[in-house]
């Protein structure tokens, strides 16, 4: 692949959606914002994708401990159809993402949020995938 490409990546929940950002040029992801789940939230992302110029979606794929699909992978599967009327999607394993951005939050000082969370988890797809298809 050649060319700078930029990415938008969502790491989706039933609640808020997390959203991170990140271009093939600097190959890293950084945690962008949080949506909350509220009837606009694919209008929003439709904006963002837009105004970034971006070249996929990038959607976590949750799976359980046994990497089986689960009820919020049919979830996040059905939300993704709406993202094709208008993007290319792509899936990357969001295997314990929420945990690992925890655990990178809380080294940080001062509080953090849920949606803090969403964002930096977010954040931690979007940067497996870069570096799984740029190196």
Known sequence: MTGKKSFIC???????????????AVRIAIPYTTLEVDGEEIQAIAKL???EDA???VVGYPRNQQGEATA???YVMEFAEQLKEFAKVIF???SLTS??????LAKRRG???????DAEAA????QDYIEEVYG
């Open 72 to 74: 919020q992978t049919e």
């Open 92 to 94: 990357q394993d969001e």
């Open 111 to 117: 509080g953090y949020t849920k949606g803090d969370i």
């Open 55 to 57: 070249a996929a979606i």
């Open 123 to 126: 954040a931690i797809i979007l």
């Open 10 to 24: 969502l790491d989706v929940g039933e609640k808020r959606i997390g959203v991170a950002l990140a271009d093939s």
């Open 99 to 104: 945990v690992e951005a925890e655990r990178r």
């Open 49 to 51: 994708f837009v105004q």
